[in-house]
């Protein structure tokens, strides 16, 4: 969540790996060539796979790597390239809410993947067409420019409609993320149980409704609930949205020991065919070239310059981060 310069080395479509990356590891999604689920795992019983969907590209989300690592265990993280802190770690630390550039490249060389969020983060569906695909070109641009190999895009407030996703398509990316749409917490009741793999629409990725939202609150039994109705009802894909790390149970995030014990549980559900695996390797796909967005008509403020306004303002957000 910068500039959006287009310099980017690229062969045949795919960039090399970095110089941060360490040798032999795989960056962004840790399994780029593998197959979709589907073919993969026991067929004697349905095939469940669970995501873990990082959104809002916050620092708090940082004390999930070692939670993950400890069972073998990779998720998706979704930046918006104009609001990740490319000063001092130090100082982001102090002054910033956000990702660094520095978390983001430790995120991925854990064998996470790196997806986009847009820029600046905001509502896609309200802009004119040609600043939506500024914002989601422009992003998906940065990103391959930082060398992360970003393949799917979650669409910011989870809004969405055929424009935004014909773009999404446009700016190079295989999928897209919604949320709010597949039953769980006791939301979207009449709704299906789980996404099929692959999904009927790529573009709009069904998941339940966000983890601790819309006056839901989850506790490890509500992640547990919608993986066994899914197991019980076909199998098929859990997209679990979440935002933060805090103390406690909070407002689109969780707490180290609800997501440890969630963790652990489904690290015991192998057993019965199910998986967690990165939105990448459930969709699939190559890493496709660059596409620079339409340039800007008249004088306008920068992208950079209208995230720097808004951090301007974010001191709530700062003191909340602190608190986490």
């Known amino acids: 969540m910068p500039s959006t310069r287009l310099a980017m080395a690229l062969v045949a479509g795919v960039l090399a790996a970095p110089a941060w990356l360490p040798a032999g590891a795989a960056f ?42 400890r069972y073998g265990m990779h998720a998706t993280y979704f930046v918006a390239s104009g609001l990740v802190c490319t000063r001092a770690q130090a100082e982001c630390q102090k002054s910033s809410p956000y990702l660094t550039l520095g978390d983001i490249r430790k995120i991925a060389a854990n064998g996470n993947e790196i997806g986009g969020l847009s820029v600046t983060h905001q509502p896609l569906t309200t802009m004119p067409a040609a600043e939506a695909k500024r914002e989601i070109c422009n992003d998906r641009s940065t990103l391959l420019r930082w060398g992360l190999r970003p393949t799917d895009f979650a669409y910011p407030f989870a809004l ?8 999404t398509r446009a ?47 989850w506790i490890p039994r509500t992640y547990e609930s919608i993986v066994t109705k899914a197991q019980k009802h076909g199998g098929g894909w859990i997209i679990f949205t979440l935002h933060a790390i805090c103390k406690t149970n909070c407002n689109l995030g969780t707490s180290p020991t609800i997501l440890g014990a969630v963790l652990k549980w489904l690290h015991g559900q192998e057993a019965h065919n199910t998986v967690v695996e990165t939105m990448n390797q459930v969709i699939g796909g190559p890493v496709r070239p660059a596409v620079a967005g339409p340039p800007e008509a008249g004088p306008r403020a920068s992208p950079t310059a209208r995230v720097r306004a808004r951090e301007q303002g974010s001191a709530n957000s700062v003191r909340h981060r602190k608190a986490l």
């Open 28 to 69: 962004a999604a840790p399994a780029q060539a593998r197959l979709p689920a589907t073919n993969q795992g026991n067929a004697a019983s349905p095939r469940t796979v669970v995501t873990f969907a990082w959104g809002g590209g916050l620092a708090a989300q940082m004390p999930s790597l070692p939670m993950f690592r």
């Open 160 to 167: 969405v409609n055929p424009t935004i996703e014909a773009l």
């Open 171 to 217: 700016c190079g990316y295989n999928a897209g993320l919604g949320t709010g749409t597949l039953r769980g917490a006791g939301r979207c009741t009449s709704c299906g149980w789980a996404e099929t793999i692959p999904p009927a629409n790529p573009y709009d990725v069904r998941t339940p409704v966000e983890v601790n939202s819309v006056g839901t609150t």
